[in-house]
């Protein structure tokens, strides 16, 4: 008799025990759920940003803020002999961009090039930003318009008007060349552009309303009831 009054009050406790724990874990498993929803955030601004954005892929290519994307091989485009008449070198585009304002400023522009076979090279060349239907332009001056043998860097500073961006707004960078001319040229004289590498890391300096994701890293807590 006494051993079966036990057994149910023994069992009595144990069911009131998980009642408790239910009651309690419940609250508790709410909360670590709603703690979980509210640690990503997301943070958009309109204000713009100086950001550097890197050429990548090949003449019709990407340009980018993540040195990340740069690869080990580096893209390139040849001008083989002289030339007298307009080519264009290539375009980059940036992907998508947050809506809000560009201020007035100007954007500078550095790429890489290689002369080879030759004792030098004097170039006309030109940059283009274009956001949206607007069009600004620099060229090359007389101290970056020669070229010395072996590597080096051509310099631009475009002009760029404050304007209003939307979602929709491409931003595309465009290069250039109006004429190519060699000195002292042997037969295999090039002139190369080189972009999209560690090694020539070939960028625009801009600035741009930029969409920064801030995401903080949680723990999910799993209760078993």
């Given at each position: 008799?006494?051993?079966?009054?036990?057994?149910?009050?023994?069992?009595?406790?144990f069911?009131?025990?998980?009642?408790?724990?239910?009651?309690?874990?419940?609250?508790?498993?709410?909360?670590?759920?709603?703690?979980?929803?509210?640690?990503?955030?997301?943070?958009?601004?309109?204000?713009a940003?100086?950001?550097?954005?890197?050429?990548?892929?090949?003449d019709?290519?990407?340009?980018?803020?993540?040195?990340q994307?740069?690869?080990?091989?580096?893209?390139?485009?040849?001008?083989v002999?002289?030339?007298?008449?307009?080519?264009?070198?290539?375009?980059?585009?940036?992907?998508?961009?947050?809506?809000?304002?560009?201020?007035?400023?100007?954007?500078?522009?550095?790429?890489?090039y290689?002369?080879?076979?030759?004792?030098g090279?004097?170039?006309?060349a030109?940059?283009?930003?274009?956001?949206?239907s607007?069009?600004?332009t620099?060229?090359?001056?007389?101290?970056?318009?020669?070229?010395?043998?072996?590597?080096?860097?051509i310099?631009?500073?475009?002009?760029?008007?404050?304007?209003s961006?939307?979602?929709?707004?491409e931003?595309?960078?465009?290069?250039?060349a109006?004429?190519?001319?060699?000195?002292?040229?042997?037969?295999?004289?090039?002139?190369?552009?080189l972009?999209g590498?560690?090694?020539?890391?070939?960028?625009?300096?801009a600035?741009?309303?930029?969409?920064?994701?801030?995401?903080?890293?949680?723990?999910?807590?799993?209760?078993?009831?």
């Amino acid at each position: 008799m006494f051993g079966n009054v036990r057994v149910r009050f023994l069992g009595r406790f144990f069911a009131a025990s998980i009642l408790i724990l239910l009651m309690v874990s419940v609250p508790l498993s709410s909360q670590v759920i709603g703690s979980v929803k509210s640690e990503q955030t997301v943070v958009c601004c309109q204000d713009a940003h100086d950001v550097k954005l890197f050429m990548t892929g090949g003449d019709n290519g990407e340009l980018t803020p993540f040195e990340q994307k740069l690869s080990d091989e580096e893209s390139s485009a040849v001008i083989v002999n002289s030339i007298t008449s307009e080519e264009q070198v290539g375009i980059w585009s940036l992907g998508k961009v947050w809506p809000g304002d560009i201020p007035q400023s100007n954007w500078d522009f550095e790429i890489h090039y290689r002369v080879s076979d030759a004792g030098g090279a004097q170039i006309n060349a030109s940059a283009t930003i274009m956001i949206g239907s607007q069009e600004y332009t620099d060229s090359t001056d007389v101290d970056s318009s020669v070229l010395t043998q072996g590597e080096g860097t051509i310099s631009f500073s475009i002009p760029v008007e404050a304007n209003s961006v939307s979602s929709s707004s491409e931003i595309k960078l465009q290069l250039t060349a109006r004429t190519v001319i060699f000195s002292v040229p042997g037969g295999n004289a090039e002139l190369e552009f080189l972009w999209g590498s560690g090694e020539f890391p070939s960028s625009v300096n801009a600035k741009i309303p930029l969409m920064e994701w801030i995401e903080k890293h949680f723990f999910v807590i799993n209760f078993f009831l």
